[in-house]
Structures are given as structure tokens and as C-alpha cells.
């Protein structure tokens, strides 16, 4: 069964808008990371948050995790059209070597 | 550096057939990964191989689905006979490290229909 579960499952904002993405998961974890999916493209690595980590920045993105509630959000601000995509939570699953992925988000910015 | 090689990148083939995709994962990455993506889904894990030894397979159809990395760098994915559920696109990926920092670098995917 998939890790991750995300909410919501598809978003549509306006350029210049920010979004944001939520992520639960049910076991331990050792990191948490985020991808995006471009249509019929594979998958990139956006960002990485380890377990002990509560907040990452990397340029748009904001990632906090909050190990208590077994949640993570992703923030992109000022969001562009080129941010159209979807996006993944993964979760490393502690003591084994598993990479387990989320349900997605599609997001769609419109100009 | 190059990326994630897989082929073919499309595949039609009726129900009951065989079909093999390959993958050739990055220089020097030593796990790679097999993901199955339906379509409006996550990647759902297939197997997972620690230079060509198999890590996880937990939910790898084993009945119909086998993989193998030859000499611990390339490897072929084979699904025989194919069902109609096998829709989907198939994804290749490595990373240079296990657990803790298992970054993943991903293939453009062999997408799969089945009629």
C-alpha cells in the first residue's frame, strides 16, 4: 500500500499565488523528500528533509515536517505557469532501504 | 552526467504476451529501483536491487513479473504473460547511497499497454 497520502489532489491557483501541498504518512521515517512529475516525464527530486529537521527552504520551496502528527507540507510561492506539475511526497522508511511514494498532487497555475 | 537510460519508451502488446524493458542506471549508483506507475497514481515500488542483489521484491507479481541486473549495472524488467492491469508506465531509478540519504534519480519511464 502506498506510504503517503496528500491532500489535496489537485490544486488550481493563478500565477504569482502560492501553494501549498500536504503529505501523511504512517511509519517511522528516516527523511521525507518531495518530486515533481512533469506530464508523460519522470520523476525529480525536488527536496530532502531528514527526520530530526522541522523546516528546509531550497529557493521557492519550503518543506516542513512535523514527526509528531506524521505530516509534512511543501510551499512554493510565487508559483509560475512552468510549476505545472505533480508532485510527490517519499518517505525513507527507517531501518530499511524502501522509498515509498504518496498519491500526488496535480497542480495547475494558470498565467 | 548521463542520466537514467530505459527503453523502449512505448510498448503495445495484447494480454497474454510477454515484454522486457531495460534500464541502465547512472555511473557508479549502486541501488536501483523498479517503480510501477498507474496512471493518476504514486509510483508503487517493484523491487529494489543493492548492485545485483535483490533488496526488496515484496510486491513484485512473481508469478508474472521477473528482474535481474546484470553485473550489477544494467537490468531488465520482463512481465509474462501480460495482463490488462500491467497498464502502466514503468520506472527506472538509482541512487548512490541506501538508507538515509537515498536520493533518487529517475528514468523517463517505458510506458506499457495492454490490449
Known amino acids: 500500500s502506498q506510504q503517503g497520502e496528500e491532500d489535496p489532489q489537485a490544486l488550481s491557483i493563478q500565477e504569482g499565488e502560492n501553494a501549498t501541498m500536504n503529505c501523511s504518512y504512517k511509519?517511522?521515517?528516516?527523511?521525507l523528500q518531495w518530486y515533481r512529475q512533469n506530464s508523460g516525464r519522470g520523476l525529480v527530486h525536488l527536496i530532502l528533509i531528514r527526520s530530526n529537521e522541522r523546516e528546509k527552504h531550497s529557493g521557492r520551496l519550503r518543506v516542513t515536517l512535523d514527526t509528531s502528527k506524521k505530516s509534512s507540507s511543501l510551499l512554493i510561492t510565487a508559483s509560475r505557469a512552468a510549476d505545472t506539475a505533480s508532485y510527490f511526497c517519499a518517505t525513507g522508511v527507517v531501518n530499511t532501504d524502501k522509498l515509498i511514494f504518496g498519491t500526488g498532487t496535480r497542480l495547475q497555475v494558470f498565467p | 552526467e548521463a542520466g537514467v537510460a530505459q527503453s523502449p519508451r512505448y510498448k503495445i502488446i495484447e494480454k497474454r504476451q510477454s515484454v522486457a524493458f531495460w534500464c541502465n542506471p547512472i555511473?557508479?549508483?549502486?541501488?536501483l529501483y523498479w517503480y510501477q506507475q498507474i496512471l493518476g497514481q504514486g509510483p508503487k515500488l517493484l523491487i529494489q536491487?543493492?548492485?545485483?542483489?535483490?533488496?526488496?521484491d515484496s510486491q513484485l507479481p512473481k508469478d508474472r513479473f521477473s528482474a535481474e541486473r546484470l553485473k550489477g549495472v544494467d537490468s531488465t524488467l520482463k512481465i509474462q504473460p501480460a495482463k490488462l492491469e500491467d497498464s502502466a508506465v514503468y520506472l527506472c531509478?538509482?541512487?548512490?547511497?541506501?538508507?538515509?540519504?537515498?536520493?533518487?534519480?529517475f528514468g523517463a519511464g517505458s510506458r506499457l499497454t495492454v490490449l
Open positions: 531509478a538509482s541512487s548512490l547511497s541506501g538508507p538515509g540519504a537515498n536520493v533518487l534519480t
Open positions: 511509519t517511522s521515517i528516516n527523511n
Open positions: 555511473s557508479g549508483h549502486a541501488t
Open positions: 536491487f543493492q548492485n545485483n542483489g535483490v533488496v526488496d
